[in-house]
Antibody, heavy 122, light 113 residues
Framework: QVQLVQSGAEVKKPGASVKVSCKAS?????????FHWVRQAPGQGLDWMGV????????TYAQKFQGRVTMTSDTSATTLYLEVRSLRSEDTALYYC??????????????WGQGTLVTVSS | DIVMTQSPDSLTVSLGERATINCKSS????????????LAWYQQKPGQPPKLLIY???TRESGVPDRFSGSGSGTDFTLTISSLQAEDVAVYYC?????????FGGGTKVEIK
């Protein structure tokens, strides 16, 4: 079972950017899988942000995040990154990285990171 | 976007009794070429990330107790906990992965009576 370990909590001002990292355990082959980012506002449900395939660095973003979010990967470091720009208070949430399927976006998510809390406050 | 609607929003059940959660998708998530429903169920306990329970609508994830079962096809799905245990107190989410954006239901909170 791959472990996904995310970076620590962040506090940002409105308009700033944040970059969250997600490191997969050393012996995992992240290039084989699709990895998703899902966020959860306090007391709310799960909101899919997008997906990245580290093998090709191809990405698909939810339309609501297009232009404000970038997902990248560093396969040599088995690490994934999520950058969110132009932060607003509504972006305050737990951000999860999560492993999806082998070679396909259209697969259930079977492994989740512990989550990174991003707080946006002036 | 495929809208996932769960019911009820919350459920209070006695220990040992059955809990049933419904999930309806705004369009079919059944892919006829491989005969699969692209539907998963997750359990989320307070302070924890979601945990996969069921995928392909009815396949139980390894290690998940057999009191959890999933059923349904097309647009209507059900998660059943056959005999509720104290450790099952959680919020349960359905999710479709038939199309992007992947979408989740609003969640059903299960509590003990």
């Amino acid at each position: 079972q791959v472990q996904l370990v995310q970076s620590g909590a962040e506090v940002k001002k409105p308009g700033a950017s944040v970059k969250v990292s997600c490191k997969a355990s050393r012996n995992s082959l992240i290039t084989h899988y699709y990895f998703h980012w899902v966020r959860q506002a306090p007391g709310q449900g799960l909101d899919w942000m997008g997906v990245i395939y580290p093998n090709t660095n191809s990405t698909t973003y939810a339309q609501k995040f297009q232009g404000r979010v970038t997902m990248t990967s560093d396969t040599s470091a088995t690490t994934l990154y999520l950058e969110v720009r132009s932060l607003r208070s509504e972006d305050t949430a737990l951000y999860y990285c999560a492993r999806g399927g082998v070679g396909t976006t259209y697969h259930h998510i079977d492994n989740w990171g512990q989550g990174t809390l991003v707080t946006v406050s002036s | 976007d495929i809208v996932m609607t769960q019911s009820p929003d919350s459920l209070t059940v006695s220990l040992g009794e059955r809990a049933t959660i419904n999930c309806k998708s705004s369009q079919s998530v059944f892919y006829s070429s491989n005969n699969n429903n692209y539907l998963a169920w997750y359990q989320q306990k307070p302070g924890q990330p979601p945990k996969l329970l069921i995928y392909w609508a009815s396949t139980r994830e390894s290690g998940v107790p057999d009191r959890f079962s999933g059923s349904g096809s097309g647009t209507d799905f059900t998660l059943t906990i056959s005999s509720l245990q104290a450790e099952d107190v959680a919020v349960y989410y359905c999710q479709q992965y038939y199309n992007t954006p992947l979408t989740f239901g609003g969640g059903t909170k299960v509590e003990i009576k």
